[in-house]
């Protein structure tokens, strides 16, 4: 068997792990999350099974270190607009939460498909799942703070928005929306959220 | 092998297929989805694996007949609160929803989890999932007919509904519900969704 440390010496190690997490996100865009095993993506990277190991403990691991990069994009997306008015950067982000899991639905599906998300490397994949709702807490709160949004517990207003925008789009990826055009029916959620969390209640 | 169809002369054939699905949610509920097989569910209902294949043709056919049950279940629960109010009435429906989803997780994973459903057997089992969104719909037009929701199209408003409801207890099932009372946030769900559908535009 190949001495993958060796290997490592060649390369460095970050840069071995990188395309390790690369190889294993081509191998689950194009067969699934299932085919998704310590051999597929060593035969992917051209490394030996062992090379995976070393790496990242196991397959959960593996797993657990491309979820890490799904939710560092699905952040970065929730981020990516930072209008100053706060309605307008709350709709950019959630337009841009659904352009991240249609782009992507391998990946969201993975992320939130309802399997049990992998142990091994948890506390670092926590940490990424919890800053990419923390994203959206964020501009909640910077909507509230400038009187755009009813004030109230701004993680409560934010998984409101979460629930509907991830029901949305699990039901766009599974193709369950029974409207001519789940763009413009998304969309009009998007504003049935914040308008309803922008008035006082009646 | 056991003659199947000489057991199926002394028992009804109706009740036989019965009993199959019966063993087939036992193992789905113990076991999951993955493992609703011919070969176990004929184990669960002490039956030949013929017995299974000749009634429903494959795994396929019996995991359409589970899943017509579930959608048949949910479309009890959607229509059992006939409250003369429609907003009452809608809110009701929203509940029993959620009621649906956190008694049969393993139907509810199983019916929207992202797999998709199985082709064989899949005419009677759209025709149920339809059914099911349907007796929303219905409740829609029956508000709006009354007043009590802006009148726009009914499809497009129950997609709404239900893309928000559907996100909340999917959110749920997986854990990721955030806040302190995930019975609580619902509720501000769906209170959140009527009071929106319920004003016009500003």
């Not at 981020?79 to 982000?93: H, K, M, N």
Request: without cysteine; aromatic residues 6%; negative net charge.
């Amino acid at each position: 068997m190949t001495d993958v440390r060796s290997g490592a010496g060649r390369t460095p190690s970050r840069a071995v792990e990188q395309a390790l997490v690369d190889a294993a996100e081509r191998v689950l865009v194009r067969d699934g999350l299932g085919a998704v095993t310590v051999r597929a993506v060593a035969t992917e990277a051209g490394v030996a099974p062992m090379g995976v190991y070393n790496r990242f403990g196991s397959k959960d691991g593996l797993i657990a270190a491309v979820l890490v990069r799904g939710f560092d994009g699905l952040r970065a997306a929730v981020t990516e607009d930072a209008d100053p008015d706060p309605i307008a950067r709350l709709l950019a982000s959630g337009r841009n939460y659904r352009r991240f899991a249609l782009a992507q639905p391998q990946h969201y599906g993975a992320m939130f498909g309802g399997r049990p998300l992998p142990t091994e490397g948890a506390d670092e994949l926590v940490a990424y799942a919890a800053a990419a709702f923390e994203a959206l807490v964020d501009h909640v709160r910077h909507a509230m703070a400038r009187g755009a949004l009813r004030e109230q517990d701004p993680t409560e207003t934010a998984q409101l928005i979460w629930s509907s925008v991830h029901g949305a789009v699990s039901l766009e990826l599974g193709g369950a929306v029974l409207t001519p055009d789940p763009a413009v029916t998304y969309e009009s959620l998007l504003h049935l959220l914040v308008d309803g969390l922008r008035r006082p209640p009646p």
